[in-house]
C-alpha cells in the first residue's frame, strides 16, 4: 500500500531540491548563457516559436533521438518518461491505451498532428495513442494544463502535438527488426529536395503476442510534397492511411479466443503560407476519416457485437501572425464539422453531425528583455453545447540569468462527445428501444479552470523545471445510473453530476555528468479527487517516477530507462498494483551506413498490470539494423 503524501510536504521536498539549483544560478554571468543552438523551442503552447524555459505553461519536447533511445514503437511507448502523463494499456503491444494528463479523462486531452486535431467526439475513449507509429515523427510537444483559449474543445487537460518530419534532404533511411513473442518492425523512408520537396514513409509493426488471440499487425504508409515558392506562396500537401488488425484476449479471468478489432485511419492536409504585409499567413483545410470495427462472432445478440464507429472531421483554419513592436499577434478562424457513424449488424445505421466556429486572438507581449506576457481568448459557437468563451492569461519573468519563473490562470472546456448525448445500439427487442447506454441530448459542456505557477532553471550542465498546479472541473460528465425507463438491460446514462479537483506537483530534472554520460529524472505527483465524495480518480496513481540514463562508449550509445508507479485504483473496487520496469536499449555507432542495435524491454521481467487483468508483456529481446543513405 502506497503512502499519501501531503500537497504542503512535496512543495517544500521539492523547493529544497531547488534551492541548491537556484543559488548556483543566481550567480552565473550572462556569459554563462547556454548556446542558442542548444535551446529547446516550442510552438504549441502559442503557435509561436519560442524557448521552452519562457513559455507560461508546462511543456515538454520529445524528439526523434529521444524516441530512438527510448526504443519506443508507438506514441504512447515515447510519452512513458512525461511528467503528468499517466498512460494505461489494456494489455501488451497493440493493445489499447488510455492518456490522462494531471488527472484529466483520456476525453479530455486534445491530440494533434502537425496541429491538426485527430481528436473525434465519435470514441468515447480519446485518441489511442497505441495506433500512432513513430517513424514518421520529428519530434512530440506536449503542454499540461488547459489550452482551449487556442484550441477549444478538448484542450481541457492538455494537449499532445505530434510533429512529422519534412523533407530537408536527398536520401533515405530504413529500419529491419525482429524480437520475442512475434515482435516485428519495418520502416521505409525516401526523401528528396529541389523545386519540389517531397518524402513517402511507410511502417509495419507486427508482434504475435503472449497469450492466446493477442496479435497485432499494422500497415502506416505517409506521403508529403512541398512547393517552397509558387507565386510567393509556400504550398504543402500531406496524407496518411493507417490500418491494423489486432486480437482481444479478454482479462485473465474471462479471456476470449476470437474476439478482434480492426482500426482505420485516413487523412489528409492542404496547408498554404505566404508573408503579407510583414506577417504570416496560413490557411490550411484538413480531413481525418476513422473507422473502428468489432467482432465477436459467437456473441449473443449479434448486433451488440459485430458493430463499427465511424468519426470523420473535416475542417478548415486560418491564422495570421505578426509582429508590432513588442507584440506577436496571432489571429485565427475556424470551422469544423465532426461526422459519426455506429453501424451495428442487422440494425439501422444511425448518424450524427455537429459543427463548431471560432475565433480566437492572442498577443505575446514583451513587457521588457526579461518579462512576457501572454493574452488570449477563443469563442466558440458550437451546434450542440452552446457559445463557449476559453481566456488564458499569464507571465514569465527572469529572476536571474538562465533562471524563470511563470504564473498562469487559463480555463478549458470539452463538449459532450456522439456517445454521451445519444445512444450507442438500438435494443433487438424493440426498433424504438435502446439497448446499452442511454444518452443524454441535454448535457452541458465539462469546464474546467487551472493555476499554474512555475520555475525553469538552468545552470551550466544541469536543467530543472518545477511547476504546481490546481484544477478545478465542473459539470463533469458522468456514467451513471439511469432510472424511470422500463426498458430490459438499460440502467445507465449520462449525467453533469460531479465536480472535481486536481493538484500536484511536477519536477523534471536534467544532468550532463561527464561527456559520455547523461541522467534525466521525472517525478509526478497528482491528487486528483471527486469534490462531491472525497473519493479519489480511477485510473489515476498518486506518484510516478522516471529514469533516463544515457552513456556513450566507444561505439556503443546506450539508455536505460525506468519508471515507477504506485497503486492505482481501478473499477470495482480494486487496485493496480505499483511497479518498477526498465527498458535497455544499445546502438552501435559508426561511420557506416548501417547501425545495429538492441532494445531489452522489461529487463527484469517484471509480472505486472496497468488495467486489472490485462497482464502487460514480459522480457523481451528485439534485435535490429537501421540504416541511412
Avoid at 145 to 163: D, K, T
Wanted: no cysteine; glycine share 8%; proline share 5%.
Amino acid at each position: 500500500m502506497s503512502t499519501p503524501i501531503r500537497v504542503s510536504t512535496l512543495i517544500a521536498l521539492t523547493a529544497l531540491l531547488a534551492l541548491p539549483l537556484l543559488a548556483e544560478t543566481a550567480a552565473v554571468s550572462p556569459s554563462t548563457t547556454p548556446d542558442q543552438a542548444d535551446v529547446t523551442v516550442v510552438v504549441t503552447d502559442t503557435t509561436v516559436a519560442h524557448p521552452i524555459s519562457e513559455s507560461i505553461a508546462s511543456a515538454t519536447v520529445i524528439t526523434a533521438k529521444d524516441i530512438r533511445e527510448q526504443g519506443a514503437v508507438t506514441v504512447a511507448d515515447a510519452l512513458r518518461q512525461v511528467p503528468g502523463v499517466t498512460l494505461r494499456q489494456a494489455g501488451q503491444m497493440g493493445a489499447s491505451v488510455s492518456t490522462s494528463l494531471r488527472g484529466s479523462k483520456p476525453t479530455q486531452v486534445l491530440v494533434l498532428i502537425d496541429g491538426q486535431r485527430i481528436t473525434n467526439p465519435s470514441f468515447i475513449s480519446g485518441v489511442d495513442l497505441s495506433k500512432i507509429p513513430v517513424e514518421d515523427i520529428a519530434r512530440i510537444e506536449v503542454i499540461r494544463g488547459p489550452v482551449s483559449s487556442l484550441y477549444g474543445s478538448e484542450a481541457f487537460g492538455g494537449v499532445i502535438n505530434i510533429i512529422t518530419k519534412r523533407p530537408t534532404s536527398n536520401g533515405g533511411d530504413a529500419t529491419y527488426s525482429a524480437g520475442s513473442n512475434g515482435r516485428a518492425d519495418r520502416s521505409v523512408t525516401v526523401r528528396g529536395t529541389g523545386p519540389v520537396q517531397w518524402l513517402v514513409s511507410s511502417a509495419f509493426p507486427n508482434f504475435d503476442g503472449q497469450r492466446t488471440n493477442s496479435d497485432y499487425k499494422a500497415t502506416d504508409l505517409n506521403s508529403r510534397v512541398t512547393v517552397p515558392n509558387m507565386l510567393g506562396w509556400e504550398l504543402s500537401l500531406s496524407g496518411e492511411s493507417y490500418r491494423d488488425t489486432q486480437g482481444l484476449p479478454g482479462t485473465i479471468s474471462f479471456p476470449s479466443a476470437d474476439q478482434h478489432q480492426s482500426f482505420d485511419r485516413t487523412n489528409g492536409n492542404f496547408t498554404a503560407t505566404r508573408t503579407v504585409a510583414k506577417g504570416e499567413i496560413k490557411v490550411q483545410a484538413y480531413t481525418f476519416n476513422q473507422l473502428m470495427h468489432f467482432d465477436a462472432p459467437n456473441a449473443i445478440p449479434a448486433f451488440a457485437y459485430h458493430s463499427s464507429t465511424r468519426g470523420i472531421t473535416n475542417a478548415t483554419e486560418a491564422t495570421y501572425t505578426r509582429s508590432w513592436g513588442a507584440h506577436q499577434w496571432v489571429f485565427g478562424a475556424e470551422y469544423r464539422n465532426e461526422t459519426n457513424a455506429n453501424i451495428a449488424t442487422d440494425s439501422p445505421t444511425t448518424h450524427f453531425t455537429m459543427s463548431n466556429r471560432a475565433l480566437y486572438a492572442q498577443d505575446r507581449w514583451d513587457l521588457s528583455t526579461k518579462t512576457n506576457l501572454v493574452l488570449g481568448t477563443r469563442l466558440d459557437d458550437h451546434s450542440t453545447a452552446g457559445s463557449k468563451l476559453a481566456p488564458r492569461v499569464g507571465i514569465n519573468h527572469q529572476i536571474a540569468p538562465n533562471t524563470n519563473i511563470r504564473t498562469s490562470f487559463s480555463m478549458g472546456f470539452r463538449s459532450p462527445n456522439f456517445v454521451e448525448l445519444d445512444s450507442y445500439y438500438p435494443d433487438f427487442y424493440s426498433p424504438t428501444a435502446e439497448f446499452g447506454t442511454i444518452g443524454n441530448p441535454g448535457l452541458k459542456p465539462e469546464t474546467t479552470q487551472q493555476v499554474e505557477v512555475g520555475l525553469n532553471a538552468v545552470r551550466g550542465k544541469t536543467t530543472l523545471d518545477l511547476a504546481l498546479y490546481n484544477t478545478d472541473v465542473r459539470d463533469e460528465i458522468v456514467y451513471t445510473d439511469y432510472t424511470g425507463v422500463p426498458i430490459p438491460f438499460v440502467s445507465k446514462t449520462y449525467k453533469n453530476i460531479a465536480s472535481g479537483r486536481q493538484r500536484g506537483v511536477e519536477l523534471t530534472l536534467g544532468r550532463q555528468l561527464a561527456k559520455t554520460l547523461a541522467l534525466g529524472l521525472s517525478y509526478s505527483y497528482i491528487d486528483a479527487r471527486d469534490r462531491s465524495t472525497g473519493n479519489r480518480l480511477l485510473g489515476i496513481p498518486h506518484n510516478h517516477i522516471a529514469l533516463t540514463a544515457t552513456r556513450t562508449a566507444k561505439r556503443w550509445e546506450s539508455a536505460l530507462t525506468g519508471r515507477w508507479t504506485d497503486n492505482i485504483p481501478d473499477v470495482s473496487h480494486n487496485v493496480v498494483p505499483g511497479r518498477v520496469v526498465l527498458d535497455l536499449t544499445m546502438t552501435r555507432r559508426g561511420s557506416g551506413a548501417v547501425q545495429p542495435y538492441l532494445a531489452v524491454r522489461n529487463l527484469t521481467d517484471t509480472v505486472y498490470e496497468e488495467v486489472v487483468g490485462y497482464p502487460a508483456e514480459g522480457r523481451s529481446i528485439e534485435v535490429g539494423l537501421r540504416s541511412k543513405w
